[in-house]
């Protein structure tokens, strides 16, 4: 069913009328993203890709305590190593790269704390890594390199074991640590009415980490913020909104706060690592758009609409709201009921990790072409 059609018979059943359809628009949205965070749904299932960035060496460096400026020699730095991780030589501290300025100098986020020196081997490296802008929730991460489905650690777990991220080589384990604010503000943009290509200018859409389908952008002078459905070029992309207002120069905001995995060993090739998701659904917001869940259940929304709608006529609708939230929720156990426990055939034992680790010897691997951990002497 079309948004317009649940949004109908939801304004004719509560006998609403059309004065507040933003609201059950909105509510409907809504109603659909509860939906799909309720279980992990099989029609949410997708897969993802994270592809590794190579650590890097190149030249020399020199460091002063106190100063968050690092100058290279022979070096080549670039935009891209902002946000990265700086180590000079052996030292156990890293820091955290924070502005490019040039080719041979960047900026660190706090002050060097350790001794002033010259002429010092550094290693910039990435072990942290956004999922895609639309991942609800990580299901699982296979290194394919050395065929390991890698171990998932909690965050507590990945620092108590691996404080210091020092180890260069492909990676085993993976800890979902959270997301971070980030924001992507370069160039401009042009926005048409009634058209759901965004042109930019002087930016590289391509290149910017964690941009993907799912990411949300703000359009500063017109007050719309929209869903990026494809991006085509550097220049390039489309939403699934469609714009009110044009446009032709505006600045803008990716608002990059996705999900982010650290990984252990620290990355030393660019690898694609590829992982298993339940995705978020595309957005409902236009007239014609179906809500992206099975066809036979769509009509199962009007139920939350309804809880909405009855809940906006007053306090002498309250037993038809509870009603309605009553319907909502014996809807969505009964599809739970009608899927199944999904659960793959053979459940791996696992053992702690205090267990596997906590004794000192030897290391925690995974077997290749086995997928869950083994103990080795």
């Known amino acids: 069913m079309r948004l317009a059609d649940l949004i109908s018979d939801i304004e004719t059943i509560a006998a609403l009328g059309t004065t507040r359809r933003s609201t059950i628009r909105r509510a409907l949205q809504q109603g659909l993203f509860e939906y799909a965070a309720s279980y992990d749904w099989p029609h949410y299932r997708d897969l993802g890709t994270i592809t590794t960035i190579d650590d890097y060496t190149t030249g020399t460096v020199s460091v002063t305590i106190g100063s968050k400026t690092v100058t290279g020699v022979s070096t080549v730095f670039t935009a891209a190593m902002v946000g990265r991780k700086f180590r000079v030589g052996t030292n156990n501290a890293f820091y955290y790269i924070d502005a490019f300025v040039s080719t041979t100098e960047v900026t660190l986020r706090n002050d ?75 160039g401009t943009v042009a926005v048409t009415a009634n058209n759901r290509t965004i042109t930019g200018t002087s930016t590289v859409w391509l290149s910017v980490p964690g941009l993907s389908r799912g990411t949300r952008i703000s359009i500063d002078d017109t007050d719309e913020v929209f869903t990026v459905d494809t991006i ?19 600045a803008y905001r990716f608002f990059l706060n996705n999900l982010i995995v650290q990984l252990r060993d620290v990355p030393d090739e660019a690898r694609n690592l590829y992982y298993r998701k339940q995705r978020i659904p595309y957005p409902l917001v236009n007239d014609e758009d179906e809500p992206d869940l099975p066809r036979e259940y769509h009509y199962g929304l009007v139920w939350f609409g309804l809880m909405v709608a009855f809940g906006m006529l007053g306090a002498g609708k309250i ?27 053979i459940d791996y034992p696992r053992k702690s990790v205090d267990d596997l680790m906590g004794a000192g010897k030897g290391t925690f691997r995974l077997s290749a072409n086995q997928g869950y951990p083994i103990w080795t002497e």
Do not use: C
């Open 112 to 186: 060097y704390q350790g001794s002033t020196a010259s002429t010092q081997t550094y290693t910039i490296f990435q072990d942290e890594y956004k999922l895609d802008a639309n991942t609800h929730k990580l299901l699982d991460l296979r290194q394919i390199e050395d065929s390991w489905m890698m171990v998932g650690l909690s965050y507590l777990d990945m620092d108590r074991w691996f404080p210091d991220p020092d180890a260069l080589n492909d990676p085993t384990y993976f800890s979902m640590i959270g997301r971070r604010d980030d924001r992507y503000t370069t």
């Open 232 to 250: 085509a070029s550097d220049t390039s992309l489309t939403v699934y909104e469609l714009p009110v207002t044009t446009d032709a120069s505006s």
């Open 319 to 345: 037993e038809q709201v509870v009603s309605s939230k009553k319907m909502w929720k014996e809807w969505i156990d009964l599809q739970r009921k009608q899927v199944g426990i999904d659960t793959p055939a």
